[in-house]
T-cell receptor
Framework: GAGVSQSPRYKVAKRGQDVALRCDPI?????LFWYQQALGQGPEFLTY????????KSGLPSDRFFAERPEGSVSTLKIQRTQQEDSAVYLC??????????????FGPGTRLTVL | DAKTTQPPSMDCAEGRAANLPCNHS???????VYWYRQIHSQGPQYIIH???NNETNEMASLIITEDRKSSTLILPHATLRDTAVYYC?????????????FGTGTLLAVQP
């Protein structure tokens, strides 16, 4: 079956531009996560949705970062006024909610953002 | 910050067992041990998890010490396709978020 998909796979932005990154989770998965991965580092948590509700946004690095999941399926991560330090791979993952014995998160391939 | 510690890199000969260690010095009673791996240019992939008993699946085996302060992921017959960064993670299963806190992992290089 289809896994988690993300688009675009690569994005180059000029400093100061706004960008929008899309995530299509696995159908039926109610939990959705965004992570940021800098070069040579492990992924870092950004935010978490359960259905359309954003339950945890503690990892968002600044108010320039905004995420939404209005209908509880597709999610968009928006970064306003991009800075060079925003350059990273942005990973999306989906899973069924806690309470299921194996809370495996399924990751997409990521979007590589380069800010010039 | 990550709660686990791992060696930064390891080598393994193709066909041999790969044993990847992890220290869980601050693991609490309601936290599970999870292992993920990340092949170059891909998203992380779940491998296995356990609480206190040893576990085995089609991908790997997980050995957890009795005090739960360390674990070992075993790939019984490593192949070149197992070359990846391996992450061990303490996860508060049943918590509000179940977010994964990655460290820098162990880069396993399987040599032909």
């Amino acid at each position: 079956g289809a896994g988690v998909s993300q688009s675009p796979r690569y994005k180059v932005a000029k400093r100061g531009q706004d960008v929008a990154l899309r995530c299509d989770p696995i159908s039926g998965h109610v939990s959705l996560f965004w992570y940021q991965q800098a070069l040579g580092q492990g992924p870092e948590f950004l935010t978490y949705f359960q259905n359309e509700a954003q339950l945890d946004k503690s990892g968002l690095p600044s108010d320039r970062f905004f995420a939404e999941r209005p209908e509880g399926s597709v999610s968009t991560l928006k970064i306003q006024r991009t800075q060079q330090e925003d350059s990273a791979v942005y990973l999306c993952a989906s899973s069924v909610p806690s309470g299921v014995p194996n809370n495996e998160q399924f990751f997409g391939p990521g979007t590589r953002l380069t800010v010039l | 910050d990550a709660k686990t510690t791992q060696p930064p890199s390891m080598d393994c000969a193709e066909g041999r067992a790969a044993n990847l260690p992890c220290n869980h010095s601050t693991i609490s009673g309601n936290e599970y041990v999870y292992w993920y791996r990340q092949i170059h240019s891909q998203g992380p992939q779940y491998i296995i998890h356990g609480l206190k008993n040893n576990e085995t699946n089609e991908m790997a085996s997980l050995i957890i010490t009795e005090d739960r302060k360390s674990s070992t992921l075993i790939l019984p017959h490593a192949t070149l396709r197992d070359t990846a960064v391996y992450y061990c993670i303490d996860l508060n299963y049943g918590g509000a978020t179940n977010k994964l806190i990655f460290g820098t992992g162990t880069l396993l290089a399987v040599q032909p």
